[in-house]
């Protein structure tokens, strides 16, 4: 198992050709999850259901023939269990109960993951189960400031402004927040590998709002601290911030094994900048799976002439869309297997 | 007039003390504007009243003592003159017929700024027979990239699908909007300055969602060509564009005489990467103007800091938000006077 080649790739160690796995591979743009999540009832529901959360973590593993699965579930689930109501309403996105003020921090606590999250971990058991063996899988969390935002504005938002209003104002309550939420995000994620993840990612979806010095001074510390009590899992973690660019010499200083980078540059300049002492996953824009094929190739090839020769695992630079079309992407991972190929 | 701190730190001549001005600086943030857009009726019919574009333009040099004006207009204006029907339902942002293929192109023309813009040619007129002697008055355009974006998406957009799908699948063609949006920039902006406008700025707002190669291969040429056509009117031209974090130094290689840096990166660091050719505009988080006062001061004090010791222009690093509080406006601009002032 040890020889699945995205965990090779993790450590940085010669594979037979560049895997490739999909941010969002288990989601609306293909039918067969539309049709278990219609049977599931509502989003929420179907994060909650064990069977029905392995049964959308597998389809993509026969469909596309990626490398890797990631189990189903939502970055909200261990913030619910932290003691804030959480809704999923058709067509709005999460609506999720606010937490703006340190003194609302008290009625925050850090959730016991088997007692309190204890149907991902019936997922990933589930899913270990049914997986073919050269096929890891990904467990995640948001990362804390991510986490953070959702908890501050109260869903996703554009503009951050209380998020960001806080931190202006009392950096030392945000910090305790973000602190709350490395704690919660450690216990959460070991207890994953312990159920049968292999790997991890920390999606800091939107740490890009962030200017580089308080990517540095408040998102990076919490990040930094989670991968390190994680050290001792001895499983890869993988972080991913959409906008990366400002700052990934500070993404690699986390410890993170590997750094999952969006399209905005290219894999040689992160190579550079990381001094290649982490392996990289990405980083074709998603859009250029709506071109016609011969477009879609040529940005494949692009992206894996870019990459260091060691330690890529391909990707998209962001999660892919609801309405993007299935034959591209299945086109695509073909495409990685056939063009990655090292020589032996 | 040239003696103006605003266009001296253009220039990066000396000045007194760092100048100040607000992107939307004329807004809806101010209890004043929202007074006149009433009378006006509807926004388009604000941008196209002189009078009334005067009057909005005038308002924040008065209330909030900045250091420059900036005629009041929308980006797409000039998009309509080329033949595109454009609306502003309520609430909704810009609707605009959509162009999105080459054989389109041949329904589009360069409009003459006389004939079918005169009315923001008018305005700036106006505006400076109204203006105190010592704050000149910026004129503007989209980047054609930023253009480009509204056209082929048809308004405001957070994906750019059909904008993407167009440059994947047919870059020459795509390339041939950019350049009919340059050539139409480029007539438009020459006839600001010859109606008044003493420093020009192209917003390229949209264009952070390029790689550093497409904005290399796609954004920045046409660019360089405004820029380049633009030298013989002796005007300093500003270049702005969010989530410029991946490309500082190609957008210093169009030639501009200033880049507007949005807040994620230091101005120190984009000195840097600019090797000093370029004044610098920015960048304070334009959250930051949400926190209290004694927060807000350690904000524009740390982008002074950062700033280099000539060619500094203060602003924000986007645009200032609908409800931002204007008395923080006001400290902002008090507090960058006092704390920019340089030794004589």
Redesign the interface.
Known sequence: MTDARFLLACRRQPVDTVPVWIMRQAGRYLPQYRETRARAGDFLSLCKTPDLACEVTLQPIDILKVDAAIIFSDILIPVEAMGLALAFNEGEGPRLQTVRHRDDLASLHIPDPADETGFVLEAIRQVRKNLPPNVPLIGFSGAPFTLASYIVEGGTS????HL??WL??DPGGFSDLLNLLADTVIVYLKAQVEAGAQALQLFDTWA?V????LYREMAMPATARIVSALKGTGVPVILYVN?C??FLEEMAATGADVISVD????LT?AEHRTRGAVALQGNM?P??L???TK??RK?AVRVLEQAPSAGHIFNLGHGI?PDAPVEAVQALVEMVHKEGRREP
Do not use: K
């Not at 962030?210 to 010095?213: A, G, M, P, T, V």
């Open positions: 554009r503009r951050f402004r960001l209003g202006y104002e890009g962030l200017s580089r010095r906008g660019s400002p399209w905005r540059v290219s300049e824009d859009m250029a709506y071109a016609p477009a879609l940005e869309q």
